[in-house]
Structures are given as C-alpha cells and as structure tokens.
C-alpha cells in the first residue's frame, strides 16, 4: 500500500502544482495594469545595474543612480515618443487618401479576376475595420484606461522603490532559500563560525563544515541571481541593437525605393523586431501594403518584400544567433508558446517580454533538484 500512496502523492503533488501555476496566470492577467509596469520597472532595474555597481563602487550619494537613470529614461523615451508621434501624425493626416487607392486597387483587382462578390467590387476599408473588435487588440497593452504617460509615470514609481529596496527583498529570499534548503543540523551563522575558531578543534572543524555547507548554497543562490541580470542584461542589450540595425536598414531601403513615411515603418520595424517570429512577419507586410497602395504595382511591392524578407533572414539566422549563441538555451517551440502564452496574458508587452521572461523561469527551473523540475528543464532546452 505505501509505494501506491507514494505514487498517489506524487500525482496529487503534480496536479496541485498545476493548477497553482494556472491560477498564477490567472491573477497576472487580471492584474495586468499593476504587473506590467512592475516587471518593465524590474528589467530597468537589471539594464541599469553595470551603471549603478559602477557609481556606488565610487561611494556616490545614493540618490544619484536613482537620479541618473530616471533622467535617462525620460530623455530616450521622451525623444523616441516624439519621434513617433511626429511621424505618426502625419500618416494619420495622409491615411484617407491611401485608403481611397487601396479601395480602388482591391475593386479593380477583383473585377479583372472575374470575382462576383459585391464585397471586393465595392470594397470599402472603412467597412471591414468597423467590423474588428478592437477591445482584444486595444486591451492588455497597459490598459484601456491608463494612458501612456500614466503607465510610464507608474513604471518609474515602481523603479524608484525597486532601486532602494532590492537588497531587502535579496536577503529576505535567502533567509527563506537557506531555511528551506538546509538541514537544522548545517546551519551555523558568521558570528559561531568566528566564536567556534577560537575553540577546541574539533567544534572548529564541525562549525567550519557547516559554514561552508550555508557559503555554498549562498553562492547557488547568489550565482542564480547574477545568471538572471547577466541574461536580461544581454538580450535586452543585443535585441536593443539588432532592433535598431534592422530599423535603419529598412528606412533605408524604403528611401532608396520613394516609399512614403520612411521614419513610420523604421519605428514600427524596431518595435516589432522585439517580438519573436511574428514581428518580422508583421513589419515585412505592413511596408509591403504600402508600397502597393502608393504604387499601385503588386511586382513593386513583391520586390519590397523580399528584400525585406532577406534583411530580417539575415539578421535572425545569422547575425542574432553569433550575438545570442545558445546562452538563452531555449528551444525554440518554446519561444513560440511562450510568445502565444505571454501575448494572451498581457498583450503586445507581453510578448516583447515573452523571450526574456521564459528564460528567466528556465534559469530557476535548472537550479531546482527535483525529477519534475529536471524534466521541464530538458524540454525548455535547446
């Protein structure tokens, strides 16, 4: 009866866990507009850590790296939101015109064709958008009712608390890490270690033992940490570049081409390049569209496509993988499923952050000794 017990346990123990894991999805989408701006403010937390070692290795007041990085945020996004709004607007303005021709370039398509359908001969955008539901792509983003600047001013509130009290929530996880994972009978702190020293040499010995069991599992933990900003630290750094290389590269041909709004489609080509798979594909088709709708040319736009098709190939098999190299060790259908899970969760940030969060939980998961734990290890990795 016992080994059916164990297995019973073990199977309820499995389900238990699950169904946890659930409910921890649940909540963070439900609470998107709170969790959002905390894990964006988390990230900046890590991005800035080389600069804030730096400055406090110098003994500099502690509100200075507060200061610094605050102010070096609002400037890149400042100037990067003016950007696009500047170029956005002016699309905004131009957009009824384009519309007119992609109207007339779909009607007259469709009747060379020989299509019937009185849907593409009278084609009117405007009639097809009206019938999107644009709650599910609107929502999730931060949310309905928080604008951009809200959100951002709720980023750097989050910062500014994370930046003066990271250190307590580091030593308060390895209190709880050394408490869970260490036997009654193995902890010792600094204070007996010294005391025991100055003993007999056999107390000293067995004080010592135990001193080193507690240092190795702190260096576990502290290694673990350090693995988390040393990989956000690179992806984010080295995405941040590719990004812009292929943002650049598509403006620039754009230009060499006479495409209109060469700054809109290098904004929005940087921004989706942060999502995996779907974003290139995305800002391939929407330069494409129109080309063709300024042009009137489906060979014109054919001709964009592929060469924009080539530039991400380039970049995403051959230029990211040399950055990258395996040490995000994901498999890449789980890249997929994580972008699928984390863009159902919290929308479009959700699957910018997908890449870095999934490898975060595959860091954590690898440091855990358990056969479960072991096993979804192999599955997230390459």
Known sequence: ???????????????VNVIGIVVIFIVLKSLAEIFIPFVIAYFLFFVFSPLNNYLERLKVPSWLPVFLDIMIIIVVIGSFSSVILNSFSRLGEALPGYEAKLNQIVSTTAGSMGVKDKQFLNFKLMNLLQKIDYGPLAGNVFSSTFSFLGSFLFVLFFFIFIMSGHKNIYSAIKRRYLKVHMPEELRTSDQEAEAASRGSS?????????????????LNLQSTFQEITDQIQKYVIAKFIISLIVGIATGVILLIFGVDFVVVWAVITFLFNFIPNIGSLIATVLPAIMTLVQFGSIGYALIIAAILVVLHNIMGNVLEPRI?????????????????????????????????????IKIIISRVDSPNANFFNDIMGV
């Open 202 to 218: 056999q107390a000293s010995a067995q004080i010592s033992e135990k001193y080193r069991a507690r240092k190795e599992r702190e």
């Open 1 to 15: 009866m016992l080994p059916e017990k164990s297995r019973f346990s073990a199977s309820s123990a499995f389900f």
């Open 324 to 360: 990258f190299g395996h040490s995000l060790g994901l498999n890449p259908l789980v890249i997929l499923l994580s972008l699928l899970l984390w863009g159902y969760i919290w929308g479009i940030v959700g699957a910018i952050l997908s890449v870095p969060l999934t490898a975060i």
